[in-house]
């Protein structure tokens, strides 16, 4: 069974992947310097660049379904900033992801790409964490979790208090 919302779960796979791409690129080019086979060094940081387009697509799609639902919660203007930035973060993660499959390639074509991607993914890393950032004050400042509390008045705090231990 699926989380419901699913969105709070699904963001949490590209904050990994774009935290790891850079030590992963960092950490390829190193290996490459030292002697390792470019295109066999260069495939874990391509493949991390894969997954975390994959995962923001995900991310984007998820928060799209739940969007109407938590508008309604906290209106649109921070929630439009959020999307912006994330929808954002997706297409440069596609351009990081050719980009970094451009570092397949050998020559001076591969290794400006590789170093390329590095940059990157630095930049994209920074990002990442400001849209992050915005998603975290929706809930946390706007309240955009109180669109998934039970209806009527203080239902979220009874739901709260039930699962508590008090000790009288």
Do not use: C, N
């Not at 799209?64 to 906290?74: D, G, L, N």
């Not at 451009?102 to 940059?119: D, E, F, I, K, Q």
Request: net charge negative.
């Amino acid at each position: 069974m699926l989380p419901d919302p699913l969105h709070p779960a699904v963001v949490h796979f590209p904050i990994v992947f774009m935290f790891l791409l850079p030590v992963a690129a960092a950490v390829a080019l190193w290996a490459i310097r030292r002697g390792s086979r470019p295109r066999l060094a260069w495939a874990v940081p391509t493949g991390l660049a894969l997954a975390l387009t994959l995962s923001a697509w995900l991310a984007v799609e998820t928060g799209e379904s739940q969007e109407e639902r938590v508008e309604h919660a906290i209106g649109d203007g921070a929630l439009h900033s959020h999307e912006e930035g994330a929808e954002r973060f997706l297409v440069l993660s596609g351009v990081l992801l050719l980009v970094s499959g451009a570092g397949l390639l050998g020559g001076y074509t591969g290794r400006s790409a590789r170093l390329a991607t590095l940059a990157g993914a630095v930049g994209l890393a920074a990002m990442g964490a400001q849209v992050g950032h915005t998603g975290g004050k929706l809930v946390y400042q706007e309240g955009a979790a109180s669109a998934y509390l039970p209806a009527g008045p203080g239902a979220g705090v009874a739901a709260v208090e039930e699962g508590t231990e008090h000790d009288d």
